[in-house]
């Protein structure tokens, strides 16, 4: 129905329009609602992973953290024996002295023969 139209209606024809756009009016009312309802329950969901994600990023640089604190304890630990630089020797080892070299002695007997 146009609005050019109304003006030949008789009044239980727009009484009957009134009661079909109120209840009309209602659902789209409804409608709107449980969509406004569905997208506040979707951004609770959002903010809760968002939180949950912010979490574990904290965690997992909180162990990363963690772990390099370890290495470098570690690392101090050999520093301050002066052995080790970074788990290597701290000299090369051709720099090392040579081992003493081992020879029997020519006046000791054999004891094989006694």
Same mark, same amino acid.
């Given at each position: 129905?146009?609005?050019e /139209?109304?003006?030949?209606?008789?009044?239980? /024809?727009?009484i009957?329009? !009134?009661?079909?756009? /109120?209840?009309? $009016?209602?659902?789209?009312?409804?409608?709107?609602?449980?969509?406004?309802?569905?997208?506040? !329950?979707?951004?609770?969901?959002k903010?809760?992973? !968002?939180?949950?994600?912010?979490?574990?990023?904290? !965690? +997992?640089?909180?162990?990363?953290?963690?772990a390099?604190?370890e290495?470098? /304890?570690?690392?101090?630990?050999? $520093? +301050?024996?002066?052995?080790?630089q970074?788990?290597?020797?701290s000299?090369?080892?051709?720099?090392?002295?040579?081992?003493?070299e081992?020879?029997?002695?020519?006046?000791?007997? +054999?004891?094989?023969d $006694?």
């Amino acid at each position: 129905m146009m609005g050019e /139209d109304l003006d030949s209606s008789d009044i239980q /024809d727009m009484i009957s329009l !009134e009661e079909h756009l /109120d209840k009309v $009016s209602g659902l789209v009312r409804k409608r709107k609602d449980k969509l406004m309802d569905n997208r506040l !329950e979707l951004q609770k969901k959002k903010t809760g992973l !968002e939180l949950q994600i912010r979490n574990q990023l904290n !965690e +997992n640089i909180a162990c990363y953290h963690r772990a390099r604190m370890e290495e470098q /304890d570690k690392h101090d630990l050999y $520093s +301050n024996y002066g052995f080790y630089q970074l788990g290597r020797p701290s000299t090369p080892l051709h720099a090392l002295p040579p081992d003493p070299e081992l020879r029997l002695q020519p006046n000791q007997p +054999n004891l094989k023969d $006694s």
